[in-house]
C-alpha cells in the first residue's frame, strides 16, 4: 500500500515556473515507478511524464519535452516535477501515480495508487 500526497502547485504567471512535490508513504517506495499525470475541466486526464524505480530512466508527453523534468529521491520518499517555461495550456489539477512496473508506464489504467491531485494554474 502506498499513500501519495502532492503539494507545490498554485497560481503562476505565463513563462513562469513550479516545483511539485509528491510525499509516499511507505517503505517500498523505491520498488515503485512513479508518473506524473494531469486533468484539465472537463478533458481527460493526460500522462506528463514518469520515472523508473532507481530514477534512471525518465519520459515525458512530447507537450512537456524539455520543460518539465521528473526526479526522485528514495531515501526521502519523495519525487518531484519541476516545471519551466508554463504555458496557459498547462493549467490543470497534476496527479501523482505510482505503479509497480519496472518500465517506464505512459497509461493511467496501470498506476496502482494516485494522489489527490494539485491544481496548477497558469495565466497569460
Known amino acids: 500500500q502506498v499513500q501519495l500526497v502532492e503539494s507545490g502547485g498554485g497560481l503562476v504567471q505565463a513563462e513562469g515556473s513550479l516545483r511539485l512535490s509528491c510525499a509516499a508513504s511507505g517503505r517500498t517506495f523505491s520498488t515503485y515507478s512513479m508518473g506524473w499525470f494531469r486533468q484539465a475541466p472537463g478533458k481527460e486526464r493526460d500522462f506528463v511524464g514518469c520515472?523508473?524505480?532507481?530514477?534512471?530512466?525518465?519520459y515525458y508527453a512530447d507537450s512537456v519535452k524539455g520543460r518539465f523534468t521528473i526526479s526522485r529521491d528514495n531515501a526521502k520518499n519523495m519525487v518531484y516535477l519541476q516545471m519551466n517555461s508554463l504555458k496557459p495550456e498547462d493549467t490543470a489539477v497534476y496527479y501523482c501515480?505510482?505503479?509497480?512496473?519496472?518500465?517506464?508506464?505512459?497509461?493511467?489504467?496501470?498506476?496502482?495508487?494516485w494522489g489527490q491531485g494539485t491544481q496548477v494554474t497558469v495565466s497569460s
Open positions: 520515472i523508473n524505480r532507481n530514477g534512471g530512466t525518465t
Open positions: 501515480a505510482a505503479t509497480p512496473a519496472l518500465i517506464v508506464v505512459i497509461t493511467a489504467d496501470q498506476y496502482d495508487y
